[in-house]
């Protein structure tokens, strides 16, 4: 009998990756927003006043691409800049309440659909997928290491 293949674990996740962005962005469509969009209203929404810097490193976002969110957001009216009282040179950025309501609805949309994705899945399989998932943001594999040719 024959060894089974491995899984294409790389084709897997970007083509996975792929459908839940078309899903996301459909999703919030009505809204104008983006995914990327939806995400800096998240973390606002957990971390309170933070910076441009810190909001791109959250987000694994360059500081050109950090700044060009945020740029649409306040555009938006959805996220204010303020002065950070520790250091006047510095700009911290904030929730509006209008960013506040956005980050709500968005939640539950994301919420809804992580329940689409999750279902049919066991609570075991669902911590399987999380944990590697994780790890695989985390702690990618050095593209410079040496692969094992077959």
Do not use: C, Y
Request: proline share 5%; net charge neutral.
């Amino acid at each position: 009998m024959p060894a089974s293949k491995p899984p294409r674990l790389i084709h897997l996740l970007a083509a996975a990756n792929r459908r839940v962005m078309a899903i996301a962005e459909a999703g919030l469509a009505d809204l104008s927003l983006t995914p990327s969009q939806s995400a800096a209203l998240f973390v606002l929404g957990e971390r309170g006043r933070i910076s441009v810097t810190e909001l791109g490193q959250v987000l694994d976002l360059s500081q050109s691409s950090a700044s060009t969110l945020v740029q649409k957001l306040e555009a938006a009216g959805l996220v204010s800049r303020s002065a950070d009282p520790a250091d006047r040179r510095a700009v911290t950025l904030m929730l509006t309440f209008e960013g506040d309501e956005m980050r709500r609805v968005t939640a539950r949309r994301a919420n809804d659909l992580n329940r689409r994705m999750a279902a049919g899945l066991s609570a075991e399989a669902l911590a399987v997928i999380a944990q590697w998932l994780a790890t695989v943001a985390t702690d990618p594999v050095d593209p410079e290491q040496e692969t094992t040719r077959p």
